[in-house]
């Protein structure tokens, strides 16, 4: 197995926005856009390879979240591993490439631009995207506290994290393809 891959989870949930960096390396689709990551050096832990490289194409510092995921891939040089890191960053921070080459500006973008088809994003990234999701859902529902009529309550942005995962499932099937109409996409 060669050296895994990782990308980084940032997630403003007022908003409903993630943290996304646009490709301009031309070896690489152009237009498309990514979360900030890139490979593990060196036997670094993948969680201080998503650290360093959030710093490095953001600009941004981070605390490791709980919810993480992996997929298992096979590359040019072989099988690895791409790891999906949640990270808080503090907010309020401007946000730069702080001198990676093949990426332009990181912006934050609002997940139902990506769900409209406005933004591409790598499919690989849109699987680790619902897959850091859909864990996040499961523990927030693993806390056990339920309202009076026995509703579970999920702190820290309920309806905005059940949302943007019911629309990223709704939208794409399980490889990260489109599965809505474009026509439907573009709101017509």
Not at 50 to 58: D, K, P, S
Not at 106 to 124: C, D, L, T, Y
Request: hydrophobic share 35%; with cysteine.
């Amino acid at each position: 197995m060669t050296e895994g891959m990782v990308s980084t989870i940032c997630i403003k949930w007022r908003e409903k926005e993630v943290l996304l960096v646009p490709n301009i390396d031309p070896v690489k689709p152009l237009g498309f856009w990514g979360l900030p990551g890139g490979k593990t050096k060196n036997g670094e832990t993948p969680e201080s390879a998503a650290l360093r490289e959030l710093a490095e194409e953001t600009g941004q510092k981070g605390i490791i979240g709980k919810c993480n995921a992996e997929i298992s891939k096979t590359g040019s040089g072989g099988d690895y591993i791409h790891y999906f890191i949640n990270v808080k960053i503090s907010p309020g921070k401007e946000l730069k490439n702080c001198g990676d080459p093949g990426i332009g500006e990181p912006k934050w973008i609002p997940f139902q631009e990506i769900v409209a088809g406005q933004i591409k994003m790598f499919r690989g990234h849109i699987q680790g995207l619902i897959l850091v999701l859909e864990k996040m859902a499961e523990e927030k529902n693993s806390q056990g506290k339920v309202d009076r009529n026995g509703i579970p309550i999920i702190s820290e942005g309920p309806s905005a994290l059940l949302e943007a995962l019911d629309e990223l499932k709704n939208a794409f099937d399980a490889n990260g393809r489109y599965i809505i109409p474009f026509y439907r996409r573009r709101g017509f």
